[in-house]
């Protein structure tokens, strides 16, 4: 089976951390995402991947090539002017002769895409969408299916009054290559709002099936930040639990740094004497953290240089950060190349972006 990955969106939710970097790059524990999900398609033998991109990415492009290096055969496609989720996967058609994945390239999950083919199989479906139970379904589309799985309604971010069920559309669905003709070309069109509720209106076969497995969508900086608090805490199985402390090649840490784990540091760090980690943390590859600074529970991108007696709490940094000594970051969220200066602090909420300079008088 090939899968489609819609990679176009304009990840407006995850700003500041997307304003440089698309959100199919943004690094978790130090690879980018999208290479964790194609590792996860491979896992599942899915190995004929198109990448529906927006516009040209060239990061996405410059980084996975051909997939070969990744063991996957990739191809790209990219659209004139934004064309939605299905209108996306159309732009793929020629690609797509028989039953086929597509999947939304913000989701990182555990679920048995096996077990969903021999589901949407059994069931003669035309589309099979993925469910997966959330505790507030507004900001997700929520669907209501009987106990065989046949989808009754669909409705994209639900108001609070129309909540009637906790379980969502996951943002995986397989699909019978016929439905790509209820699909206009060229324009923009979407699954949620248009082509779900226009196959049900006609009483096509459309099925959901649900699964506990571990499944996050990575669209806002709270939700990036929970995908590592999972991953850390061992919450999927694909990364082992616990207290571990995992240290890059050409990584120095100074025999009296603290490191409490789960911390991820990358390769080329330099951790200075009495800095404390306090897990979960995460370093990206090329940064150097001074003496008796303090990092808690933050994930930090590649090449961050914070000087002595700084401290890092709750907080994302993207890459090229620069916090002077005895600045204080708590619950923050810095784009790429913000420099704080010295002595500064940023409170809870705050959000700065890139190429900032924080002055003592923010
Ligand atoms: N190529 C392309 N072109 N991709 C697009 C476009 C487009 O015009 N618009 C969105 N995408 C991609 C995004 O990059 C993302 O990977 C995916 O489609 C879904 O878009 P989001 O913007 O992340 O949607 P959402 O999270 O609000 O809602 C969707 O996902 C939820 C599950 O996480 C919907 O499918 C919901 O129904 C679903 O519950
Ligand atoms: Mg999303």
Redesign the pocket.
């Given at each position: 089976m090939k899968a489609v990955i819609?990679?176009?969106?304009e990840?407006i939710r995850l700003r500041p951390l997307t304003l440089n970097t698309p959100?199919a790059m943004v690094p978790v524990l130090n690879t980018p995402f999208l290479e964790h999900v194609i590792g996860y398609l491979s896992q599942h033998q899915i190995r004929d991947i198109i990448l529906?991109?927006?516009r040209l990415t060239p990061p996405i492009e410059s980084y996975f090539g051909d997939g070969r290096r990744f063991g996957v055969r990739l191809s790209y496609t990219v659209?004139n002017s934004?064309?939605?989720?299905a209108?996306?996967v159309k732009n793929t058609a020629k690609y797509l002769d028989e039953t086929f994945l597509v999947l939304?390239?913000?989701?990182f999950t555990d679920r048995d895409i096996t077990a969903m083919l021999t589901f949407h199989r059994e069931k003669k479906a035309k589309v099979t969408i993925a469910l997966t139970p959330v505790d507030d379904p507004t900001?997700?589309?929520l669907i209501e299916s009987n106990a065989g799985g046949r989808v009754r309604c669909f409705v994209?971010k639900p108001g609070r009054d129309e909540v009637t069920t906790n379980m969502?559309?996951?943002?995986i669905y397989i699909i019978e290559p016929e439905v790509l003709a209820h699909i206009p070309p060229r324009v923009?069109f979407s699954?949620?709002h248009e082509l779900f509720p226009q196959l049900l209106e006609r009483g096509e076969p459309v099925y959901a099936t649900p699964s506990p497995a571990y499944w996050i969508?990575i669209?806002t900086p709270d939700k990036y930040f929970q995908l590592h608090l999972d991953l850390l805490g061992g919450k999927s199985h694909r990364f082992t639990p616990g207290d571990k402390v995992q240290i890059g090649k050409q990584s120095h840490i100074h025999p009296e740094a603290q490191i409490t784990g789960p911390v991820v540091i990358g390769n080329n760090c330099t951790i200075g004497q009495g800095a404390r980690l306090m897990g979960p943390v995460v370093i990206g590859p090329g940064s150097v953290i001074e003496e008796d600074t303090i990092i808690e529970r933050s994930i930090i991108w590649q090449n961050a240089r914070l000087g002595a007696r700084v401290q890092v709490k709750n907080s994302i940094m993207a890459g090229d950060c620069r916090l002077e000594a005895s600045s204080t970051i708590d619950g923050s969220v810095l784009g790429d190349n913000v420099t704080v200066l010295g002595g500064c602090k940023l409170g809870p909420g705050s959000r700065t972006w890139p190429g900032t300079v924080v002055e003592p008088a923010t």
């Amino acid at each position: 089976m090939k899968a489609v990955i819609l990679v176009g969106g304009e990840a407006i939710r995850l700003r500041p951390l997307t304003l440089n970097t698309p959100k199919a790059m943004v690094p978790v524990l130090n690879t980018p995402f999208l290479e964790h999900v194609i590792g996860y398609l491979s896992q599942h033998q899915i190995r004929d991947i198109i990448l529906a991109q927006g516009r040209l990415t060239p990061p996405i492009e410059s980084y996975f090539g051909d997939g070969r290096r990744f063991g996957v055969r990739l191809s790209y496609t990219v659209e004139n002017s934004p064309l939605g989720t299905a209108g996306a996967v159309k732009n793929t058609a020629k690609y797509l002769d028989e039953t086929f994945l597509v999947l939304n390239g913000d989701i990182f999950t555990d679920r048995d895409i096996t077990a969903m083919l021999t589901f949407h199989r059994e069931k003669k479906a035309k589309v099979t969408i993925a469910l997966t139970p959330v505790d507030d379904p507004t900001s997700y589309g929520l669907i209501e299916s009987n106990a065989g799985g046949r989808v009754r309604c669909f409705v994209e971010k639900p108001g609070r009054d129309e909540v009637t069920t906790n379980m969502i559309n996951a943002g995986i669905y397989i699909i019978e290559p016929e439905v790509l003709a209820h699909i206009p070309p060229r324009v923009s069109f979407s699954f949620e709002h248009e082509l779900f509720p226009q196959l049900l209106e006609r009483g096509e076969p459309v099925y959901a099936t649900p699964s506990p497995a571990y499944w996050i969508d990575i669209g806002t900086p709270d939700k990036y930040f929970q995908l590592h608090l999972d991953l850390l805490g061992g919450k999927s199985h694909r990364f082992t639990p616990g207290d571990k402390v995992q240290i890059g090649k050409q990584s120095h840490i100074h025999p009296e740094a603290q490191i409490t784990g789960p911390v991820v540091i990358g390769n080329n760090c330099t951790i200075g004497q009495g800095a404390r980690l306090m897990g979960p943390v995460v370093i990206g590859p090329g940064s150097v953290i001074e003496e008796d600074t303090i990092i808690e529970r933050s994930i930090i991108w590649q090449n961050a240089r914070l000087g002595a007696r700084v401290q890092v709490k709750n907080s994302i940094m993207a890459g090229d950060c620069r916090l002077e000594a005895s600045s204080t970051i708590d619950g923050s969220v810095l784009g790429d190349n913000v420099t704080v200066l010295g002595g500064c602090k940023l409170g809870p909420g705050s959000r700065t972006w890139p190429g900032t300079v924080v002055e003592p008088a923010t």
